[in-house]
């Protein structure tokens, strides 16, 4: 088992607000890999991190072997790191096969010559691309909906739209910010199967998720955050299990836990998420 | 199929039209019309496809201008020179827009503003190339291979034949790779770099083919006017060819054309009112934007679903959709 992605002491400050202090963790190659823990816990901020849309206060992030350092969003995804937002951001007024289309961006190569003349290669390209598009709105599940504008689809289906978007360049890792948040069970369910032929599709995934049932459910291992810190890392059985993690979600009886001491808490896990958390 | 015929019927009454109007002045006044399409257009991938906004494209109209009217006139340039030249000038000038092209909404408006006042003091002030506030006289006409478009007839086809290329390139490059990076920056600029689109690399690139679309408009206005002056070319004409846009709808090619048809004829259109012909084009212009946000090209389809939703209500029994409500 070989890390496809590697962080060392990563950290994010904003002003004063430590949003993730000194993470190390790796992803293996071909793990789907999971990371909870409480709201404001660094989650999202990590993911930002790791596809390079915030830049690290220090600390250092390892793809694939190699130093990630200031390389800009737009070069990571080119490199295969792909990913999914916490708010849907679909680009709502473009047809839902132009929006898989736009994630194949770094993967063509049509300049403005090129469409200007409509080049053999260019034609190719174009006729190429849709077809992928077409493949991965299909493997998500929106088949039918590629002529639909994004911003008019259900919204389970935008979910699936941003990760059709993600999944279509192929990449080495997806990162999925809450895939699940504002679904049904059912699908969730869904969701989870998704998930699982998208690993096996040879896509290593990093999973963002409050959903415990999706969470347990598809992947090999979690890692857990509480207030910027990794508190733990196992397997999903290893955290169902720790006793950290269920303080972390619930709090303990007498609220002098470990976080109260050193921080002002103004953040208590929703009863929902503590729903979930509960084993 | 249906827009083929469209497209027909259009480019029949474009090149009917000075055959039916024969009277120099309005020939004259569509050839204006016809560039400010190309103008029109070139904005419209700035503004409605990028969502860059920029008042600043006279700025490029007036460099292609001077640029085709200095060539051919002090060094005997030929026409086609000229006006490729023009278009490349307008281009390359573009690059000093670069390191703004990351400011956002207002303050790009404002810098690119300023850009075309700037470029208007140059025109105003350095003499010895562009006549200063005298202008540029007696700018040759258009010769391409022996044939001079001397008449304003043979004019306004050049103009027709740049404006629909301009259209065709335009409608390419709308539904290219480089359209869709556009479009999606325009809609979220996180989700586009997440798919690998260099944001200022692609703006950039925008400035560039609209400054170009600019250029070689003003090389077509040079030789169709045969006089320049600075004044052409102040910030008053990136607001009309902003209000061509704007009128015409957002995002939408055939919207430019149409739009900038009206924004040149109308005013024309309205001069037997006198004084007040300015102010009822204004009201003309709150009106149509006010309208709907689309402009007119986004009012075709809300006439359609009108007329759609007039049918459902008049036999609402028949409905398919029936069941419990």
């Known amino acids: 088992m070989t890390a496809l992605l590697r962080t060392e002491q990563l950290t994010c400050r904003f002003g004063g607000l430590v949003a993730v202090g000194d993470v190390s963790l790796s992803v293996q190659t071909g793990d789907v890999h999971g990371l909870i823990g409480p709201n404001g816990a660094g989650k999202t901020t990590f993911l930002n991190l790791v596809s390079g849309h915030i830049r690290q206060t220090s600390g250092a992030i390892f793809f694939n072997g190699d130093d990630l350092g200031t390389m800009p969003p737009e070069r990571r995804a080119g490199a295969g790191i792909r990913r999914t937002f916490q708010n849907l951001r679909l680009f709502r007024e473009m047809t839902a096969i132009e929006n898989v289309m736009v994630g194949l961006h770094a993967n063509t190569q049509s300049e403005i010559f090129h469409s200007l003349m409509r080049t053999k290669k260019q034609m190719l390209e174009e006729r190429n691309i849709a077809e992928q598009a077409r493949e991965s709105l299909a493997f998500v599940g929106l088949a039918g909906s590629a002529d639909v504008v994004a911003g008019s689809l259900p919204y389970g289906h935008q979910r699936l739209l941003e990760i059709a978007r993600a999944f279509v360049a192929k990449p080495r890792l997806i990162l999925l910010d809450e895939p699940a948040a504002g679904l049904n069970g059912a699908e969730a369910g869904r969701l989870v199967g998704l998930i699982h032929r998208i690993k096996a599709a040879g896509v290593t995934i990093m999973l963002v998720e409050h959903h415990m049932e999706v969470v347990m459910r598809a992947c090999d291992r979690i890692t857990v955050l509480n207030y910027g810190k990794k508190l733990t890392d196992g397997s999903p059985a290893d955290i169902r299990d720790h006793s950290g993690v269920i303080e972390a979600y619930l709090g303990t009886k007498r609220g002098a836990s470990r976080r109260g001491a050193d921080r002002h808490d103004t953040q208590t896990s929703t009863p929902m998420e503590a729903r979930h958390a509960a084993p | ?325």
């Open chain 2, 1 to 325: 199929m249906k827009s083929a015929v469209v497209r027909v019927l259009v480019i029949g009454a474009f090149v009917a039209a000075p055959f039916v109007q024969t009277n120099g002045y309005w020939l004259h006044v569509l050839c204006v019309a016809l560039i400010g399409v190309i103008l029109a257009l070139g904005l419209q991938l700035l503004v409605g496809m990028a969502g860059l906004l920029s008042l600043g494209q006279a700025a490029f109209y007036g460099i292609g201008a001077y640029v085709s009217a200095v060539l051919t006139l002090r060094f005997g340039t030929p026409f086609l020179i000229a006006f490729v030249l023009a278009g490349i000038a307008a281009a390359l000038s573009s690059l000093l827009l670069v390191p703004i092209v990351r400011l956002q909404g207002s303050s790009l408006a404002v810098a690119t503003l300023g850009f075309n006042i700037i470029i208007y003091l140059v025109l105003l002030n350095e003499d010895w190339a562009t006549g200063g506030s005298f202008g540029l006289m007696n700018v040759p006409a258009p010769r391409i291979f022996g044939y001079v478009f001397a008449s304003d007839r043979s004019m306004y086809f050049l103009c027709l034949l740049v404006a629909v290329i301009v259209y065709l390139a335009m409608e390419r490059l709308v539904n290219s790779r480089f359209g869709r990076a556009l479009k999606a920056i325009s809609q979220d600029e996180d989700a586009a770099r997440a798919c690998g689109i260099s944001i200022d690399l692609y703006k950039s690139k925008c400035f560039l083919v609209a400054a170009f679309a600019a250029g070689i408009a003003g090389s077509l206005y040079a030789h169709q006017a045969r006089y320049l002056n600075p004044n052409d070319f102040t910030f008053n004409k990136s607001i009309e060819i902003l209000i061509m846009v704007v009128v015409g709808g957002l995002g939408s090619l055939p919207g430019a054309v149409i739009g900038a048809l009206i924004v040149v004829v109308m005013p024309e259109y309205l001069r037997s009112s006198g004084e007040l012909r300015l102010i009822l084009f204004g009201v003309l212009v709150v009106a149509l934007v006010g309208f709907r946000r689309g402009g007119i090209a986004g009012l075709a389809p809300v006439l359609g679903q009108r007329l759609a939703q007039t049918r459902w209500s008049r036999w609402p029994k028949i409905s398919a959709r029936g069941g419990p409500q």
